[in-house]
């Protein structure tokens, strides 16, 4: 069915629950993005959750919230470097793996994810 979104292809909340805890487990070990985090990654990953959402095409939980994402403008606090940006890649792909999320569906998701984090850097390589 060509109406349908990503989200409900991929199979919901669900699988963006599991999606996201896979990612921010990896973010919480990995050396170059954990330091950029708060230690507690509880808030984060809800926030991830309402975020994916509606970014791949169900309900707008993110933005019934905490408003306009306005994602760029959010990730300014942080040095995002090239760097960075391919790390974050890196533990998503891995989620994904993780999950069992393969094919064009899984591979549609990750381009969408390689250009909105090139689209978060803000700083150059340190
Ligand atoms: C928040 C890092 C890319 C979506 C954050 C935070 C950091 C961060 C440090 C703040 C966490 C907190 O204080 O709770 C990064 C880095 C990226 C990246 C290093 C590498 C390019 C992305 C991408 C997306 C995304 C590609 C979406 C596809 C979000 C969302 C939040 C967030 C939704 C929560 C915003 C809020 O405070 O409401 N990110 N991020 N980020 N990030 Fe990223």
Not at 1 to 13: A, F, H, M, N, T
Not at 54 to 81: D, E, N, V, W
């Amino acid at each position: 069915d060509p109406q349908k979104s990503v989200y409900e292809l991929i199979g919901g909340g669900e699988t963006i629950r599991r999606l996201v805890d896979a990612f921010y487990r990896r973010v919480g070990e990995h050396p170059g993005l954990k330091p950029l985090f708060p230690a507690d990654l509880t808030e984060t990953a809800d926030k991830q959750y309402l975020f994916l959402t509606q970014f791949f095409g169900g309900p707008p939980l993110y933005s019934q919230q905490y408003g306009h994402p306005m994602l760029r403008a959010r990730h300014l606090p942080f040095p995002i470097t090239p760097e960075r940006a391919k790390e974050w890649l890196g533990c998503m792909r891995e989620a994904m793996d993780e999950i069992g999320l393969s094919g064009p569906i899984a591979d549609h998701m990750y381009e969408r994810f390689i250009q909105t984090a090139h689209h978060m850097v803000n700083k150059a390589e340190s």
